[in-house]
């Protein structure tokens, strides 16, 4: 199954545009509330018309602005489950799968939908009754009845706990191998989107800003904006001292930072102000130790530490020149490196961890 999605849309004073393919998949859109996601999902449905613009499921046209050709929603072969449900409360548990079944398909489809999503033996509960898992299934059984292999998921688990949470996105991942399924998935969870995703899309404010395989957009975003919606704590404005064909050398607060140059990356001018940025868990902690070498290190004081579980997040001020750092450390290597009794490191930004990202001419040097 595939999607060819491109539309643009003016509602009110709220502008959209994207354009996204996947097939066979798990497509995460991911972005603050009203960014545009769910607005995505309601144009592929054909629950919202776009002003412009060419969708295509499985190669088949369901809408064309240029010749006005708008499949409607009930004949998309799409499955979508918005993020309250909308089961209906008055029928059963298999009069709402029912409901999703198109004329013609044999009833049997409800029960391997059932068996499949292991709610075999509900059969005759009222949607009220059920534990929020269990609804859920049910959610996903009526949308896969349509027979599509597309399914819209908008924040679907949002309202669980997380153990029920880690449950269904097993299931959904099963599902989607199963069943051959071209999954669109909306959340505004980080941990869920670098779980679940096969490609990432980050919206802003109805901008499609960056998309692509997911561990190369949190590991190599466009721009800040996009470094900042997925969770890139270290930031930080220099300046490009010297490029050479494998690395550039950009000098952040004082201290020069040498950087893995990729193969497709254009070489940046000299002189020219960028942002740096490498994620807290690339960001190696040392002890002190006179013969380490200089590049990329420097020397910095434990300020302020918090733990999460099984992780720490420490912040970091440099004792001389460079950027003050956030590291995120587990557990483990937290305990045998005694990191609770020294408050003074030398920490290592490997170059091909750290990043660079064009700053927009009309944006002032910082």
Same mark, same amino acid.
């Given at each position: 199954?595939?999607?060819?999605?491109?539309?643009?849309?003016?509602?009110?004073?709220?502008?959209?545009?994207?354009?996204?393919?996947?097939?066979?998949?798990?497509?995460?859109?991911?972005?603050?509330?009203?960014?545009?996601?769910?607005?995505?999902?309601?144009?592929?449905?054909?629950?919202? *018309?776009?002003?412009?613009?060419?969708?295509?499921?499985?190669?088949?046209?369901?809408?064309?602005?240029?010749?006005?050709?708008?499949? %409607?929603?009930?004949?998309?072969?799409?499955?979508?489950?918005?993020?309250?449900?909308?089961?209906?409360?008055?029928?059963?548990?298999?009069?709402?799968?029912?409901?999703?079944? %198109?004329?013609?398909?044999?009833?049997?489809?409800?029960?391997?939908?059932?068996?499949?999503?292991?709610?075999?033996?509900?059969?005759? &509960?009222?949607?009220?009754?059920?534990?929020?898992?269990?609804?859920?299934?049910?959610?996903?059984?009526?949308?896969?009845?349509?027979?599509?292999?597309?399914? !819209?998921? @908008?924040? %679907?688990?949002?309202?669980? @706990?997380?153990?029920?949470?880690?449950?269904? #996105? *097993?299931?959904? !991942?099963?599902? #989607?191998? =199963?069943?051959?399924?071209?999954?669109?998935?909306?959340?505004?969870?980080? #941990?869920?989107?670098?779980?679940?995703?096969?490609? !990432?899309?980050?919206? @802003? /404010?109805?901008?499609? !800003?960056?998309?692509?395989?997911?561990?190369?957009?949190?590991? *190599?975003?466009?721009?800040?904006?996009?470094?900042?919606?997925?969770?890139?704590?270290?930031?930080?404005?220099?300046?490009?001292?010297?490029?050479?064909?494998?690395?550039?050398?950009?000098?952040?607060?004082?201290?020069?930072?040498?950087?893995?140059?990729?193969?497709?990356?254009?070489?940046?001018?000299?002189?020219?102000?960028?942002?740096?940025?490498?994620?807290? /868990?690339?960001?190696?902690?040392? *002890?002190?130790?006179? =013969?380490?070498?200089?590049?990329?290190?420097?020397?910095?004081?434990?300020?302020?530490?918090?733990?999460?579980?099984?992780?720490?997040?420490?912040?970091? &001020?440099?004792?001389?020149?460079?950027?003050?750092?956030?590291? /995120?450390?587990?557990?483990?290597?937290?305990?045998?490196?005694?990191?609770?009794?020294?408050?003074?490191?030398?920490?290592?930004?490997?170059?091909?961890?750290?990043?660079?990202?064009?700053?927009?001419?009309?944006?002032?040097?910082?």
């Amino acid at each position: 199954m595939t999607l060819d999605f491109r539309a643009a849309v003016q509602l009110g004073p709220f502008k959209y545009e994207a354009a996204l393919c996947a097939a066979g998949e798990i497509l995460v859109l991911f972005g603050h509330s009203g960014a545009g996601k769910s607005v995505t999902l309601q144009l592929i449905a054909g629950l919202l *018309r776009p002003d412009a613009g060419r969708i295509l499921v499985d190669g088949r046209c369901v809408f064309d602005s240029a010749t006005r050709t708008n499949v %409607p929603p009930q004949d998309r072969q799409v499955g979508y489950v918005v993020q309250d449900l909308a089961l209906f409360d008055h029928l059963t548990v298999r009069q709402n799968i029912e409901f999703g079944v %198109p004329r013609g398909v044999p009833s049997s489809r409800v029960d391997d939908l059932m068996a499949m999503l292991g709610i075999t033996g509900l059969e005759k &509960r009222r949607p009220r009754t059920l534990s929020g898992g269990q609804q859920q299934r049910v959610a996903l059984a009526r949308a896969l009845a349509r027979e599509g292999r597309l399914l !819209l998921l @908008d924040e %679907p688990f949002s309202a669980l @706990d997380e153990s029920l949470r880690a449950a269904l #996105r *097993r299931e959904l !991942l099963r599902l #989607r191998r =199963d069943l051959g399924l071209t999954i669109v998935f909306v959340t505004h969870d980080l #941990r869920e989107a670098h779980l679940l995703a096969d490609q !990432l899309a980050v919206f @802003d /404010e109805g901008a499609l !800003l960056q998309v692509g395989p997911r561990e190369e957009v949190f590991r *190599r975003p466009l721009s800040r904006r996009v470094a900042e919606l997925t969770g890139v704590t270290n930031i930080a404005r220099g300046v490009v001292l010297d490029t050479h064909p494998s690395q550039t050398i950009v000098e952040v607060l004082g201290l020069p930072l040498h950087i893995e140059r990729p193969p497709e990356a254009s070489p940046l001018a000299r002189g020219a102000h960028v942002d740096v940025a490498i994620r807290a /868990e690339r960001v190696n902690l040392r *002890r002190l130790d006179p =013969d380490t070498p200089a590049l990329n290190v420097l020397e910095v004081d434990i300020v302020e530490e918090f733990a999460y579980g099984s992780t720490h997040t420490l912040h970091l &001020r440099p004792t001389g020149p460079g950027p003050a750092l956030e590291v /995120e450390i587990a557990a483990r290597p937290y305990e045998i490196l005694d990191v609770v009794n020294r408050r003074r490191w030398l920490v290592e930004l490997p170059p091909a961890d750290l990043h660079i990202m064009p700053v927009s001419p009309s944006v002032a040097p910082s």
